[in-house]
């Protein structure tokens, strides 16, 4: 199993900046992929960041030359570094980390950190 613990998340102000981390534990030698999803109330989740084991990034185009996502492997952590905040980014962010075996994708969560944007 992967647990996965989310951290960093609070309130700014627009134009602030936050560092989320998220550590991993467990199985940590068979994910895949790791990123960021986040979710605002009464809307879908959505994919905000995601790196892959080969160090492969990918962003969602409203937050591309923002947010930047890391890794840290001596920590077991993946970090998303958050600068020009825009209301708009307010969330609840999930970390979330991918396994793949014979072509089937299994998915872990973390319990979620609120981010607010708001001045």
């Known amino acids: 199993q992967v647990q996965l613990v989310e951290s960093g998340g609070g309130l700014v102000q627009p134009g602030g900046s936050l560092r989320l981390s998220c550590a991993a534990s467990g199985s940590i030698f068979a994910i895949n992929a790791m990123g960021w999803y986040r979710q605002a109330p009464g809307k879908q989740r959505e994919l905000v960041a995601e790196?892959?084991?080969?160090?492969?990034?990918n962003y969602a185009d409203s937050v591309k030359g923002r947010f930047t996502i890391s890794r840290d492997n001596a920590r077991n952590t993946v970090d998303l570094q958050m600068n020009s905040l825009k209301p708009e980014d307010t969330a609840v962010y999930y970390c979330n980390a991918v396994r793949s075996v014979r072509g089937v994708r299994i998915d872990y969560w973390g319990q979620g950190t609120q981010v607010t944007v708001s001045s």
């Open positions: 790196i892959t084991s080969g160090g492969s990034t």
